[in-house]
Nanobody
Framework: QVQLVESGGGSVQAGGSLRLSCVAS?????????MGWFRQAPGKEREFVSA???????HYADSVKGRFTISRDTTKNTVYLQMNSLKPDDTAVYYC?????????????????WGQGTQVTVSS
């Protein structure tokens, strides 16, 4: 069974930074997966944040472009989300997701595996 475990969330002031990590320890072919980050704020739907495809191409929501950076370490089966210049609107639970050879990277329905989420709180 695929297991995705997020870490790195926390509380920061506006303008601060956090780095989220997601370890996919049970994925036997990590290189063949598209890895995504989504977030869900209270009372809102889960929304796309960023993704890195099996080819290594990266995608970002307009709201985080220029502030967030996604990367992966295939030797550690880990995907990262570096978040800089954080804003109170970034406050949410952040979820890691995975799909084999995923193409529709911004669509929740594309992903078959999800982590439990990590809370990010940004205060003004």
């Amino acid at each position: 069974q695929v297991q995705l475990v997020e870490s790195g969330g926390g509380s920061v002031q506006a303008g601060g930074s956090l780095r989220l990590s997601c370890v996919a320890s049970t994925l036997t072919s990590f290189r063949s997966y598209t890895m995504g980050w989504f977030r869900q704020a209270p009372g809102k739907e889960r929304e796309f944040v960023s993704a890195i495809t099996w080819l290594g191409t990266t995608h970002y929501a307009d709201s985080v472009k220029g502030r967030f950076t996604i990367s992966r370490d295939t030797t550690k089966n880990t995907v990262y989300l570096q978040m800089n210049s954080l804003k109170p609107d970034d406050t949410a639970v952040y979820y890691c997701a995975a799909v084999s050879y995923g193409r529709r990277v911004a669509e929740r329905s594309e992903y078959g595996y999800w982590g439990q989420g990590t809370q990010v709180t940004v205060s003004s």
